[in-house]
């Protein structure tokens, strides 16, 4: 770390009254908005002595920040961890309660998945008109994500062409040529030096699939929330699917099966319970009483395998799981980005079982699930 960054963050220790003894260098602009958001909050703290300093510094403030401009804000300007921190301090230490008191605030937001996850973090505090409002939102996003996601992950999992298969659909982009070309041959006119073509052949996109059972199974511990959100939807749209039965299970230190809800992200999404616990062998356990076909069955373990219930106990059931002859994946990340923060030494172990360990986009686990379904 150079001077200049170490006197920067010298200067947002102290805060905007050191403006006279130390001044932003370098990248000032990141600088001066991240003392506004913490000037927002930690300002607080000075208590009847905060109107004082304001007068001082009279009218050259900067413009006066929003709940929702600042929750924004915070989560660009930070890393996780301390945006987390900040949230907790915001509600616990300075009762700063407009996000779960007031729907006009959380009117104002406009969806997206940070929001989501905002609220997906705060929810077990609302109540009441604010609960109702979130859930719209919260509605809103997670179909967003599914009008996106769904049509790429029925491409991914569905796969190329089956050329074996003639089709009733007639598209062009369906037309097989080589069968069409062969089938015809017979009718050349050797006079005209033409193929006439009376019958046209079409190859089939979809094979004929004998049921599956896929089990997500979800570690809904808060370093998890974006898998947890693409877990969701994605259970969402392969319950459509015909050839897929779709079970959903989240856990932390308990197990909550939600295979009921599957088709509904939203409710999946508001039942999930952030933090707390972790117990993956529980998890599994319960998951493997779910296995009624083991060659058709394919368990999707969503976990960073930080485990609290002993990596053992882990490692015993996933190894029975392997033998039954079910297919266990075990996810260190499931989004966009999947950008996996697990521990690697159980990601090794499971993977020297016979299990396979990965962090995957959501079309990635599609493409990867319908190689499977498929083969």
């Known amino acids: ?17 050191a403006s006279e003894q130390i001044s932003f ?12 958001v913490l000037d927002y909050l930690y300002e607080r703290e000075y208590g009847e002595e905060q109107g004082i300093r304001k007068e001082r510094k009279g009218g050259s403030e900067d413009s006066c920040l929003t709940v929702p401009d600042w929750l924004l804000k915070i989560k660009k300007l930070f890393p996780k961890q301390t945006v987390e921190i900040m949230e907790r301090h915001a509600l616990e230490k300075y009762q700063m309660t ?3 008191t007031d729907p006009e605030v959380l009117k104002k937001l406009e969806p997206n998945k940070e929001l989501l996850k905002t609220i997906l973090s705060l929810k077990h505090m609302m109540k009441g008109e ?8 919260v509605r809103r996003v997670a179909e967003e994500l599914m009008r996106k996601l769904e049509q790429e992950l029925k491409t991914s999992f569905f796969g190329k062409l089956n050329r074996n298969i003639s089709s009733p659909v007639r598209s062009v982009r369906n037309l097989d040529m080589k069968k069409t070309i062969r089938m015809n041959l017979k009718n050349y006119d050797k006079e005209q030096e033409q193929l006439i073509l009376k019958q046209v052949y079409f190859s089939s996109r979809m094979k004929k699939y004998n049921m599956w059972r896929v089990i997500i199974c979800v570690d809904e511990s808060g370093s998890m929330l974006d898998s947890v959100i693409h877990s969701a939807v994605m259970a969402g749209i392969f319950a459509k699917l015909p050839m897929l039965d779709t079970k959903l299970v989240i856990f932390d ?7 009921g809800y599957v088709s ?6 508001m039942s999930v319970q952030l933090g707390g616990g972790t117990n993956i062998a529980g998890a599994l356990s319960y998951c493997e009483k779910l296995i009624e076909f083991p060659y058709r069955t394919m368990v999707v373990l969503i976990t960073d395998l930080y485990e609290g219930g002993g990596y053992q106990n882990l490692y015993q059931v ?3 799981i392997i033998e039954s002859g079910a297919k266990l994946t ?4 499931l989004d966009v980005n999947a950008d996996p923060n697990y521990h690697r030494g159980a990601a090794a172990a499971l993977a020297d079982m016979g299990a396979f360990v990965g962090a995957m986009t959501p079309e990635e686990l599609a493409e990867f699930m319908g190689r499977i379904v498929g083969g």
């Open 1 to 17: 770390m150079d001077e200049q960054e170490i006197l920067n963050r010298w200067r947002l220790v102290l805060g905007k009254y």
């Open 25 to 36: 260098s370098g990248n000032s602009l990141k600088f001066m908005d991240m003392e506004q």
């Open 98 to 100: 407009e996000l779960l």
């Open 130 to 137: 604010v609960l109702d409002v979130a859930r719209e939102l």
């Open 253 to 259: 230190t308990n197990v909550v099966d939600l295979s």
């Open 264 to 269: 509904d992200p939203v409710e999946i999404l």
């Open 318 to 320: 996933s190894k029975g």
């Open 330 to 333: 075990v996810l260190t990340a």
